[in-house]
């Protein structure tokens, strides 16, 4: 069966330093992989999404990037972080052989930046 | 970014009732998801749906995708105080593999 990891669970970063929050997939190939971010009591917000190796698709204009070195590696990253990028990141895999496979989430990092 | 409206925002319900939701938009989506999320997880799948005017059922909970596939609405019947938490629904955006979420239903059980 299908397992998506990611790490840490939580984390707590001041202002300006950089960040690196990873998700891999285990058990399926070629997976679609997302990052999504949640505010506080708010729904979920696109910040990218890959379909292949090195393919990334960037939603939001924003202090993040993301890459995909691996085919079931995604990784987030900032070069320096910014008050308003607290909140609750979430990756998530879809069947990359399927159009309209559903998404299947990890258990999230908590991000705090002080 | 792009939301999908859900409503109600919040809901009390007493122990046993049915529960009803439903999220719309202005776009025309392929496939529609409901999820729910436990505090300090990530979101489950509960149902998904595929095609306009599709009804699916997984045990007490019941979902149908809009004629329109503009809207989607999810019912939960007899509910228990294990329902608690945070519904969303999702839709995927037509000749796109993006899936844009609902701003969410928060549900609380009164036993």
């Known amino acids: 069966s299908q397992t998506i990891h990611q790490w840490p669970a939580t984390l707590v970063q001041p202002v300006g330093s950089p960040l690196s929050l990873e998700c891999t997939v285990e058990g399926t190939s070629n997976p679609n992989l997302y990052w999504y971010r949640q505010a506080a009591g708010r729904g979920l917000q696109l910040l990218f999404y890959?379909?292949?190796?090195?393919?990334i698709s960037s939603e939001v204009p924003q202090n993040l990037s993301a890459s995909r070195p691996q085919d079931r590696q995604f990784i987030l990253s900032s070069k320096k972080l910014l008050l308003s990028d607290s909140g609750f990141y979430l990756c998530?895999?879809?069947?990359?052989?399927?159009?309209?496979?559903?998404?299947?989430f990890g258990n999230g990092t908590r991000l705090t930046v002080t | 970014g792009q939301q999908l409206n859900q409503s109600p925002q919040s809901m009390f319900i007493q122990e046993g009732e049915d529960v009803s939701m439903n999220c719309t938009s202005s776009s025309i989506f392929n496939t529609w998801l409901w999820y729910k999320q436990d505090p300090g997880e990530g979101p489950v799948l509960l149902i998904a749906?595929?095609?306009?005017?599709e009804l699916t059922s997984n045990g007490r909970l019941t979902a149908q995708f809009g004629i329109t596939r503009k809207d989607s609405f999810l019912n939960i019947s007899a509910s228990i105080p294990s329902d608690v938490g945070i519904y969303f629904c999702a839709g995927q955006l037509g000749g796109t593999y993006k899936y844009i979420f609902g701003t969410g239903t928060r549900l609380k059980v009164l036993a």
């Open positions: 998530a895999w879809s069947d990359g052989q399927s159009y309209n496979s559903p998404l299947h």
């Open positions: 890959s379909v292949g190796i090195g393919q």
């Open positions: 749906l595929y095609k306009a005017g």
